[in-house]
């Protein structure tokens, strides 16, 4: 996208250190190459006031949540929290995540949907344990919660407010 934008003027730098993991408060804008994830999300024209936000469920957000970085960091944080906060029993956990993510504890299906989830995810990366540690660098144990916590932070109910 930056290299789109008028005279390749647009840089999106990436801090290093642990800088890195403040919270943003400013955004670099610029009308000929808005910010993907703004856009996909539907912020507002930034050149007028806006008393209310059009909302919308695109295909694009799901991709979004799914294979940006800092969505996928996202993710490892959660298990990691999950982890240390929650039960060790898989049942224990994905309700104690389920409730963090939603509010709410999960129904018998979403929790058998999830459990089988986390099977084959357990499957994966016991077979390929380069894998787990791309996943979950710190504790390569916690590679299948990742993908639990990408599932939870991709659902409508997380990113749609009702």
Known sequence: ????????????????GPGRFRRGLYILFQRTAPYPMLMTFDAPD?????????????PLQSLNLLNDPVFFEAAQAFAIRAEKDCPAAAAGRIGCMFLIALGRQPSDGERERLARYLDEQATIFGKDRHAAAEVAP?????????GIARVLLNLDEFITRE
């Open 1 to 16: 996208i930056a290299e789109l934008g008028y005279a390749n003027s647009v840089k999106w730098p990436e801090t290093k």
């Open 46 to 58: 930034s050149n007028v006031s806006c008393s209310r936000r059009a909302r919308s469920n695109t």
């Open 138 to 146: 710190l504790t390569p144990d916690a590679a299948p919660w990742v």
